[in-house]
């Protein structure tokens, strides 16, 4: 039972345009979510994150989005680059190990 | 630099053969992880330790076995037991609170002839 859904597995965006990548929890007690980004035979790295209690955060190009009320949250890139191509994990954090989705691969084409 | 070091990058091993793949960090992080990568799996969690001498399983914890014997260190065995052993395996760390989430390793293949 997933707890933690990433539902595209793929994602193609040409470089400049915006990528929006998605992911959808299920648990009412996550209070801390993540993204990482993750390139082939390496280590994920954390990208960004949001509290519960803001609807939004940004970092340069990212930008994370939170809706409580329909449990999404949505990572934003502006704009798109080439560099960007990598698969991407949502987590959550109840205070136990993070919770992560199966990732959604995400391809910048020049 | 604190980091966190697994080793090797890529293992082989016959079928039938225990494997341990190391994991070490230097960040002073209380809580160790391993996690499996498959292709369209995401990151499933082997087994975790939130402080020496004490580890708990994960949702795939069968097949493999740990220990914590150290702050810094938390080795993970592949058994004969475990049915698909060839992954990429990952190890990770954290402070107390998961809220400030993870430091990853690079990762080890291992591969099962």
């Known amino acids: 039972d997933q707890q933690v859904k990433q539902n595209s597995p793929s994602l193609s965006v040409q470089e400049g345009r915006i990528s929006i990548l998605n992911c959808d929890y299920t648990?009412?007690?996550?209070?801390?979510f993540l993204w990482y980004k993750k390139y082939p035979a390496e280590g994920p790295t954390f990208l960004i994150s949001i509290s519960s209690i803001k609807d939004k955060n940004e970092d340069g190009r990212f930008t994370v989005f939170l809706n409580k009320s329909a449990k999404h949250l949505s990572l934003h890139i502006v704009p798109s680059q080439p560099g960007d191509s990598a698969v991407y994990f949502c987590?959550?954090?109840?205070?136990?190990?993070?919770?992560f989705g199966k990732g959604t691969r995400l391809s910048v084409i020049a | 630099d604190g980091g966190i070091t697994q080793s090797p990058k890529y293992l082989f091993r016959k079928e039938g053969q225990n494997v341990t793949l190391s994991c070490e960090q230097n960040l002073n992080h209380d809580a160790m992880y391993w996690y499996r990568q498959d292709p369209g799996q995401g990151l499933r969690l082997i087994y975790y330790?939130?402080?020496?001498?004490?580890?708990q399983k994960g949702d795939i914890a069968e097949g493999y076995s740990v220990s914590r014997e150290k702050k810094e260190s938390f080795p993970l065995t592949v058994t004969s037991a475990q049915k698909n052993p060839t992954a990429f395996y990952l190890c990770?760390?954290?402070?107390?609170?998961?809220?400030?989430?993870?430091?990853f390793g690079s990762g080890t293949r291992l591969t099962v002839v």
């Open positions: 987590a959550a954090s109840p205070n136990t190990p993070l919770v």
């Open positions: 990770a760390s954290s402070a107390r609170s998961t809220a400030y989430g993870y430091t």
């Open positions: 330790s939130q402080i020496v001498n004490d580890f």
């Open positions: 648990n009412s007690m996550f209070d801390y």
